[in-house]
């Protein structure tokens, strides 16, 4: 009788498995068949973040616009995972990545294996780790420079507001572009005789984190005349802060990225100062220098993109309007 | 020449009073008085810390912890857990803001967030309650469900609350000078500390805690027991969610996602068993106030942040240690 039930059960295994290998066989070559166009996976470090979103958006549209599918991936910030989404991408046929990665440390086992399947990578936002060079383009934004650019606007706001100590509300500190951001700051503070009383660090980069901080920033250091924030949440949570202690006007907020709401409080003069990172932007770029990689047309390597400074004054120009859209997508809100 | 009598024979009465009260939250008591000492303690350091402005701060911070923890902590002394809190916060609050931007009124949005939290709750009590699967693995799906949820709803972006009155949830003063978020905490430690000591229902949680065979022999309906703390945790989830939502006038889908793990180590750093059976609402709410305090001291003494989950993890060692001590020598 168990010999039987043996029996039975591997007929029908044997046959479930035939089912899934003939529909396979069959519909596989009639994909094949009726799709020809060059497929561009990107590979997020995760989607819980709006940049990445972003990021994602403009790779999904330049796709679109250069006759490519476009498949997307999240690593769930883990290395492991971004390795998997590679080899899975692979696997689908893929003929270029554009990946944000997890770190820049994780990056070099990534170059390896598509440099030994020649299939081009651009990067988005965190480059790849120093020395490494086996990639066809990094996009990333200038946070060293913008972190100095950032710094001057911050101090020189401290000072025209009756002080010269000035508080930060940082990214979390492991991260590439958070101590290019500090460097740039430090360098500028330093040079304009500006004293960064305090650098609080996020955790999960939320608005109620950041107005914490913001609370807390203000306890230790009553006398600050200006709060540099590194994320749009800390910006707005900066606000928040403020509002709560009847200090806006009293005490300036300047941060790098953008959304429709730090948009929307520059307008409304509660931020005096925002540095656009043009997350849209990012991905439209690294999409159409792979596209080049494959279609045999020159690439950049390294493009790093400026963050331009806007303010309530300068928002409503052409310029600042059109780099607004390399921002956020449209469905993200109001430009 | 009646009162003297009297008066002596209360005079003993409220001693005794005072050593049950003493008896019943000596971990709680423990508790405030390790928090008065922290909170000293960085005021020598950061005079600022002690002032009433840095107090409100500490309030306005911990508010939604407590009331997710207090949750959070009816689940845990039945024996369960619940992991889906974080993101039903999450959730909530994009709902909540959803319903708003659609242009609904904003008691249309809450009652619409705290429907959300309840649905969530249900569905985790039935689960555990009527299926028989596990807390854990039940609360891990609906903590992944929730999470995703919150960004598939409004496609991941968040969203500022553009009702300009909103706000009086949380801030608003229905009693004079007392904000609101103070209001509904002192209300809800009442309320559940009231069911946990003199409601019927308050001790068949403890039963259910503590044995539930024991409990089901009794005739304590364990099921029913068991489907109400979830649901009453979900609520509570959605409330904390909301009032947070009126408090920084914006939904994010990442708004909960550190606060599951903080009501959870809350409820235990308040004295409760993660086996069931113990806790108290004040002990939760002192170890939401602990966390907060301590995330508000080490940004006060600019103390590398990095370094808070090990201040935290710490602080919940040494009151496991404290509280098994002092159980052994009971």
Not at chain 1, 25 to 46: E, F, I, N, Q
Not at chain 2, 74 to 100: E, K, R, Y
Request: aromatic share 6%; hydrophobic share 50%; proline share 4%.
């Amino acid at each position: 009788m168990a010999y039987f039930m043996s029996l039975r059960r591997l007929l029908a295994a044997a046959t479930a498995v035939a089912c899934v290998a003939v529909t396979a066989g069959t519909l596989a070559p009639a994909a094949r068949a009726t799709d020809k166009k060059m497929t561009v996976a990107y590979v997020a470090p995760s989607l819980d973040i709006s940049y990445w979103q972003w990021v994602a958006y403009g790779v999904q549209t330049e796709a679109a616009k250069l006759g490519m599918n476009y498949v997307g991936m999240t690593s769930e910030n883990s290395p492991g995972t971004q390795m998997n989404n590679i080899h899975t991408a692979l696997v689908r046929g893929v003929n270029a990545i554009v990946i944000g990665p997890v770190s820049s440390s994780s990056t070099p086992p990534v170059l390896r294996l598509l440099a030994q399947r020649h299939v081009p990578i651009a990067f988005t936002g965190i480059g790849p780790q120093p020395g490494q060079t086996d990639y066809t383009s990094a996009v990333t934004a200038n946070n060293y420079e913008t972190g100095k650019a950032e710094g001057t606007f911050v101090c020189n706001l401290a000072k025209a507001l009756g002080g010269n100590k000035v508080g930060m509300l940082s990214l979390p500190q492991d991260r590439e572009n958070a101590q290019k951001y500090l460097k740039g700051a430090k360098e500028s503070f330093a040079a304009d005789g500006c004293d960064l009383v305090q650098v609080l660090q996020t955790h999960g980069l939320t608005v109620n984190e950041a107005v914490q901080e913001a609370n807390d920033l203000l306890t230790g250091h009553p006398d600050i005349k200006a709060i540099y924030g590194m994320y749009d949440e800390a910006a707005t949570g900066a606000v928040k802060a403020l509002q709560t202690r009847g200090l806006i006007g009293k005490i300036g907020v300047a941060t790098a990225d953008g959304s429709p709401e730090t948009i929307k409080e520059l307008r409304q003069g509660e931020i005096q100062g925002l540095f656009l990172q043009e997350a849209v932007g990012q991905g439209i770029d690294a999409t159409q220098q792979v596209y080049n990689a494959l279609t045999g047309k020159p690439v950049t390597k390294d493009i790093p993109l400026a963050e331009p400074l806007v303010t309530k004054e300068t928002i409503d120009s052409p310029q600042a309007q059109a780099t607004i859209k390399r921002v956020y997508p449209p469905s993200a809100g109001a430009f | 020449m009646d009162r003297a009598p009297e008066t002596a024979a209360s005079a003993p009465a409220r001693t005794g009073a005072l050593r049950h009260i003493v008896s019943s939250y000596r971990s709680e008591i423990a508790i405030a008085l390790a928090i008065v000492v922290l909170e000293l303690a960085l005021g020598i350091f950061v005079p600022n810390a002690l002032t009433m402005g840095n107090f409100s701060d500490i309030a306005q911070a911990t508010a939604p912890l407590i009331i997710m923890a207090i949750g959070v902590l009816l689940v845990v002394m039945t024996g369960g857990i619940d992991l889906s809190v974080g993101s039903v916060f999450s959730l909530v609050g994009m709902v909540t803001g959803l319903v708003m931007d659609s242009g609904f009124s904003s008691t249309i949005a809450t009652i619409c967030g705290l429907v959300v939290g309840v649905v969530f709750g249900a569905i985790n009590g039935f689960l555990v309650t009527f299926v028989g699967l596990a807390p854990f693995v039940v609360t891990l799906i609906t903590y992944a469900v929730a999470g995703s949820l919150a960004f598939i709803v409004t496609n991941g972006h968040s969203l500022p609350i553009n009702d300009q009155g909103y706000w009086l949830l949380n801030g608003g003063h229905i009693i004079p000078g007392m904000p609101n978020f103070v209001l509904f905490c002192i209300i809800l430690l009442i309320v559940v500390e009231f069911l946990l000591r003199r409601v019927v229902f308050g001790r068949w949680i403890y039963a259910v805690g503590s044995s539930p065979g024991a409990a089901r022999l009794l005739g304590i309906p364990v099921h029913l027991v068991r489907f109400s703390v979830y649901v009453i945790s979900g609520l509570l989830a959605a409330f904390a969610s909301v009032l947070t939502v009126s408090y920084i006038s914006n939904a994010e889908g990442t708004a909960g996602a550190a606060m599951m793990l903080q009501a959870i180590a809350a409820v235990v750093i308040g004295g409760a068993s993660l086996f069931g059976g113990t806790g108290s609402a004040i002990g939760a709410l002192l170890g939401a106030l602990m966390i907060t305090v301590i995330q508000n001291g080490v940004n006060l003494i600019g103390v590398n942040s990095f370094w808070q989950g090990s201040v935290t993890g710490l602080v919940i060692l040494i009151a496991v240690l404290i509280d098994r001590v002092s159980k052994a020598r009971r």
